[in-house]
């Protein structure tokens, strides 16, 4: 899933620009959360767990340019894309690694070739593997296909869309490979919150119905990094 932020002052070109972003990724079957937010300092200040943030560069208080400044100084690494009336501040967008730079009013065509520039930047990015080798085998296995894993006697099981893989391991091994994506919710689970469906009494639901156990000591945390990822926190 892609995680989107738009930042601008104005309700109406947030609103027009979640639309024009939302109707393209649907296009395209991309699973995606997009996340408006008008007021800059409180954007700051909030959850970055986002992968693309389309920022206006006139906004009260903070603009555009600083606040992606502070962005990257945060430590942020996702793609910037700024959308704004002055084309003169093109150079300011270079300095903090802008993807691209669009005009109001946005241009759809625009739009869109910016989007499948970013996506093509994240998805290299994201090809994050969990690596997992035995005496007699070793294969690399996509963390955004595995739903979660767990440890019984040893044994290591990931789950995946298509099946289910086992080895001699150990989960804290797993969990090194696979953080901070993977949220755990139990001594002897991981789960991807990517497959997340619900949480519901003490259980995480995924995707493809399977529940996985939240143990109490688990549950504070899980709940706390679930809606951090989420954007909600």
Not at 128 to 138: A, D, K, P
Not at 181 to 204: K, T, W
């Amino acid at each position: 899933m892609i995680k989107i932020a738009v930042c601008d002052d104005e309700p109406v070109m947030c609103e027009c620009l979640e639309q024009m972003i939302a109707s393209r990724l649907k296009q395209w079957d991309e699973a995606f959360r997009i996340t408006c937010c008008t007021n800059a300092v409180q954007f700051f200040y909030g959850p970055l767990d986002y992968d693309l943030i389309f920022l206006d560069i006139q906004m009260p208080n903070l603009n555009g340019v600083e606040l992606a400044k502070q962005l990257r100084e945060k430590g942020f690494e996702g793609v910037l894309i700024f959308v704004t009336v002055l084309k003169e501040c093109m150079l300011d967008a270079f300095e903090v690694e802008a993807m691209d730079y669009l005009c109001k009013p946005v241009d759809g065509q625009r739009l869109e070739r910016a989007l499948k520039r970013s996506l093509k930047r994240l998805r290299r990015k994201d090809e994050r593997y969990l690596t997992i080798h035995t005496m007699n085998w070793c294969r690399n296995v996509k963390l955004k296909d595995i739903y979660y894993c767990e440890v019984v006697n040893r044994k290591i099981y990931v789950h995946l869309k298509d099946g289910v893989l086992e080895y001699y391991g150990r989960i804290r091994e797993v969990e090194q490979q696979t953080a901070p994506e993977f949220i755990r919710c139990h001594r002897s689970f991981l789960v991807n919150p990517d497959h997340l469906s619900e949480y519901r009494d003490g259980q995480a639901v995924l995707e493809n119905g399977e529940r996985v156990p939240v143990s109490k000591n688990c549950h504070a945390l899980f709940m706390k990094k679930v809606m951090e990822y989420m954007g909600k926190e």
